[in-house]
């Protein structure tokens, strides 16, 4: 029993909790442990934030222009590949230009913001590239990120492997105390996902690029507290 007791104060600094340590019934030793999953996958939607910007002398003509860049910018996407119903507008706004003394209005400022969301990969670049082509000077690309949109197998895999790692160490630290891992009481889940990785950030190109995406791998994590019975 001595043994067992020390096991107990030293486990208090690696998050262990083992109750009933010295108790003569066994059905009240628990131990609790985190474990944690993580598998790889490669992402299956491009997130777009883009838009125009136009500077008028009126509101009527700033947002006009505006309203008409974005519709060729959309127009323009949707024949390059994106689905219509995968572009959403974002925002819109109108707000006046100052001079140099920041008192005097010397036109209007209006802005078209839209979102798109690109599923066909392989089509992602020449739909970005078509943007900027019918935007001009005038587009506005506020970022671009690869995201997991199905994330289901993913998230199986790595909840498996977070519930196996924490397994793994409960039968540790049984082992580590001279006692049996028994049935596994409670499992609670701490949190999962996979954070979108930026891609691209451009303000107002003069021309058409190539624009090169590369999608690369994300990581999903997930993590489980279970609490085993020991003895």
């Known amino acids: 029993m001595r043994r067992l007791t020390g096991i107990c104060a030293v486990a208090t600094g690696v998050a262990l909790l083992l109750t009933g340590c010295g108790s003569s019934d066994s059905g009240d030793r628990t131990v609790t442990v985190t474990g944690t999953g993580k598998v790889q996958g490669t992402p299956d939607v491009l997130n777009a934030d883009l838009g125009t910007e136009v500077n008028a002398a009126d509101v009527s003509s700033a947002v006009d222009q505006s309203n008409a860049k974005a519709k060729s910018i959309t127009d323009a996407m949707v024949n390059a590949g994106a689905k219509r119903e995968d572009i959403t507008t974002s925002d819109l706004s109108v707000q006046p230009s100052?001079?140099?003394?920041?008192?005097?209005?010397?036109?209007y400022r209006a802005t078209n913001s839209m979102h798109v969301a690109v599923r066909d990969l392989p089509k992602a670049s020449g739909i970005l590239s078509a943007a900027v082509q019918a935007g001009g000077n005038d587009t506005r690309i506020s970022s671009v990120a690869f995201a997991l949109e199905d994330n289901t197998k993913l998230l199986s895999d790595a909840r498996a492997r977070a519930f196996d790692d924490a397994?793994?160490?409960?039968q540790q630290y049984a082992d580590l105390s001279g006692l049996k891992?028994?049935?596994?009481?409670?499992?609670?889940e701490n949190g999962s996902g996979a954070t979108p990785t930026p891609m691209y950030r451009d303000a107002a190109p003069s021309a058409a690029p190539s624009i090169?995406?590369?999608p690369g791998q994300q990581t999903v994590t997930f993590?489980?507290?279970a609490v085993w019975d020991i003895g």
Do not use: F, P
């Not at 397994?167 to 409960?170: I, M």
């Not at 891992?181 to 609670?188: A, F, G, R, Y």
């Open 223 to 225: 993590t489980v507290t």
């Open 167 to 170: 397994k793994s160490r409960a």
């Open 98 to 107: 100052y001079g140099t003394d920041g008192h005097a209005i010397t036109g």
């Open 181 to 188: 891992l028994k049935t596994v009481k409670t499992i609670s």
């Open 212 to 214: 090169n995406l590369e």
